[in-house]
């Protein structure tokens, strides 16, 4: 399977919104309701955000939502906070205990 | 507390093996589904490899099928990777998460992850 297709970077100021996309095809995120989404500061483990399009972990703050419209998913992150700069991974699930991410989009909090 | 601490990344040569080693703890060992991913160095992640609660139950990517394998031992709450004739490009960061999967195969996502190891290949 191809990679997802993420934009490589994404910026805002403290309190603004962002959305970061996730481009599929009609075989993965298209057909999934299973598009989970993962932060990475570098040089540590990544955590999850966003599970099943648009559930949250408990313990992840509600500023961090997820959505999606035919092939493409989106993560949301309002109230940007400077913690927030990091990697962001989409991830769709195939089934069968099989995975495909996304390329990755770096944030940048300014 | 869910705990997984990545071993045994090592510089080697392509063409030699490596084995990795998760150390877990603070989850039910056997019935959870293991798995692998890699971040080559300025790249995204990759999936590797997964395997079920049983160990009988073994998916692998395409670009290491055939070259590594996955195992995993009840007695030791460790999961393992068996890297054979490396290559270059699987130089990398390698990750162990723990893997939750609802019924029926009804979703799949990593819900908790170990900090990696990293193993670099060299020509």
């Known amino acids: 399977q191809s990679a997802l297709t993420q934009p490589r970077s994404v910026s805002g100021s403290p309190g603004q919104t962002v959305t970061i996309s996730c481009t599929g095809t009609?075989?993965?995120?298209?057909?999934?309701?299973?598009v989970s989404w993962y932060q990475h500061h570098p040089g540590k483990a990544p955590k999850l955000r966003i599970y099943d399009v648009s559930e949250r972990p408990s313990g992840v703050p509600d500023r961090f939502s997820g959505s999606k419209s035919g092939n493409t998913a989106f993560l949301t992150i309002s109230g940007l906070q400077t913690e927030d700069e990091a990697d962001y991974y989409c991830c769709s699930y195939g089934g069968s205990y099989t995975w495909v991410f996304g390329g990755g989009t770096k944030l940048t909090v300014l | 507390e869910v705990q997984l601490l990545e071993s045994g990344g090592d510089l080697v040569q392509a063409g030699e093996s490596l084995r990795l080693s998760c150390a877990t703890s603070?989850?039910?060992?056997?019935?959870?589904?293991l798995s692998w991913v890699r971040q080559a160095p300025g790249k995204g992640l990759e999936w590797v490899s997964a395997v079920g609660g049983s160990g009988d139950n073994v998916q692998s990517a395409d670009s290491v099928q055939g070259r590594f394998t996955i195992s995993r031992d009840k007695s030791k709450n460790t999961l393992y990777l068996q890297m054979n004739n490396l290559r270059v490009e699987d130089t990398a960061v390698y990750y162990c998460?723990?893997?939750?999967?609802?019924?029926?195969?009804?979703?799949?996502?990593?819900?908790?992850w170990g900090p990696g190891t990293l193993v670099t290949v060299s020509s």
């Open positions: 603070g989850f039910t060992f056997k019935n959870s589904v």
């Open positions: 998460a723990k893997v939750h999967v609802g019924y029926y195969d009804s979703s799949g996502y990593f819900d908790f």
């Open positions: 009609s075989t993965d995120v298209g057909d999934s309701n299973y």
